[in-house]
């Protein structure tokens, strides 16, 4: 995430988020510059440091997999394996990601929501309207279960949609 100002007297000013943190059993994974993480396994007191091509947007990590998702590509590491990721190109940017103990879900404005398999093979894809905002695809707007994806309806906020996660409908 980046944040751009100018001020009245011509200076631009740009900024990064970085030190973001995440925890999943005994690691810890922080972003320590814009296309940089370290990886601390603190049972076994190692770090790795992990660099992507392009700028980190999102990340999560559970259930033994790091899902790194930058500005063109999505990254899934192995907790076992960190030294080779399954890469795939993303067509949109990413605005919401989830995982479960199967499959990760990236939502992005263009395309919806997409459930893949930690294997980086694409499972479903569901279209939720045509004209959805990126904000209506917000983490605490969706939810991933095994089975199901329950998504608040962007035309009625009062409904929840619910999709199979093994064929999108």
């Known amino acids: 995430t980046q944040i751009v100002m100018g001020g009245g007297n011509g200076a631009v000013m740009i900024a990064q988020l970085v030190d973001r943190k995440l925890y999943w059993m005994n690691f810890t994974v922080t972003l320590t510059e814009k296309r940089k993480l370290r990886v601390q396994d603190i049972r076994n007191d190692t770090v790795q440091e992990l660099e992507q ?41 990413i605005v919401s990601m989830m995982q479960n103990e199967r499959v990760f879900m990236l939502a992005d404005s263009t395309h919806g929501i997409q459930l893949y398999s930690y294997e980086g093979r694409q499972i479903c894809s569901i279209k939720i309207s045509a004209a959805i905002r990126p904000e209506q695809l ?5 939810g991933l279960s095994r089975d199901t994806i ?20």
């Open 53 to 93: 091509r392009d700028n980190i947007i999102k990340m999560s990590m559970g259930y033994g997999y790091l899902v790194v998702a930058t500005t063109t590509q999505c990254s899934i590491y192995d907790a076992q394996r960190w030294g080779s990721p399954i890469t795939f190109d993303v067509r949109d940017v």
């Open 138 to 142: 917000a983490p605490n707007l969706i």
């Open 150 to 169: 329950a998504v608040r309806d962007p035309v009625d906020p009062k409904k929840v949609l619910f999709f199979d996660a093994i064929n999108g409908k």
